[in-house]
């Protein structure tokens, strides 16, 4: 098998918070993964290998991933968050090359074409959860306090104090502290 058969592995990155928040609470429709072309997109977007036509069945599985991601991020506590983690990871079928990129040799994770959408989305995201967890901890893993966005997202920055989801929601949630200050 060859280099270019596969996404680039760094572009999996990310995608835990990309799946989890294509179910957005704060949309009177939350649901933003509908369809099989949604799904489609995201894969797309997500560079994950898309080979074969995406049944009903499959959009209904990554759904079901989905809800499994979400409640990691949501557990009301770490030892909750753990037991969701090893659910995901359960059934986890990665295909492993070293492959040399940026001119060092890594071990690297790649999704496996002939196997069920859902199944690969399963292991890219488990995989990406399980090593943040495994540096990080689930502390990490946060709901963006910028109401009314609940996007979720990973703190992986040094210090570990991020509040929100991205510098819009932050720029957004200080003007209007600033103007409930200036208003009481
Ligand atoms: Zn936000």
């Known amino acids: 098998m060859d280099k270019r058969d596969y996404a680039k592995p760094h572009t999996y990155k990310g995608l835990p918070e990309l799946l989890a928040n294509t179910y957005d609470v704060a949309l ?11 799904l489609r997109r995201f894969l797309e977007s997500a560079a994950m290998p898309v080979e074969r036509s ?7 599985e990554v759904h ?7 409640a990691v991020f949501l557990a009301p506590s770490d030892a909750e968050a753990l037991k ?26 790649f999704p496996v074409v002939s196997h069920k959408v859902a199944e690969n989305v399963r292991s890219v995201v488990a995989i990406a959860l399980g090593q943040v967890v495994e540096r990080l901890g689930f502390d990490r893993l946060r709901a963006c306090e ?19 989801c991205s510098p819009r929601c932050a720029s957004r949630k200080h003007v209007s502290t600033f103007r409930s200050r200036r208003a009481s």
């Open 28 to 38: 009177s429709e939350p649901e933003r993964m509908a369809t099989t072309g949604d």
């Open 54 to 60: 995406i049944a009903d069945d499959d959009l209904a």
């Open 64 to 70: 079901a991933v989905r809800e499994q991601v979400r």
């Open 84 to 109: 969701h983690l090893n659910l995901l990871l359960s059934g986890v079928t990665p295909e492993l090359r070293v492959l040399e990129a940026d001119d060092k040799l890594s071990l690297l994770l």
């Open 146 to 164: 910028a109401d009314p966005c609940r996007d979720l997202f990973i703190d992986t920055s040094k210090k570990g104090a991020r509040r929100f």
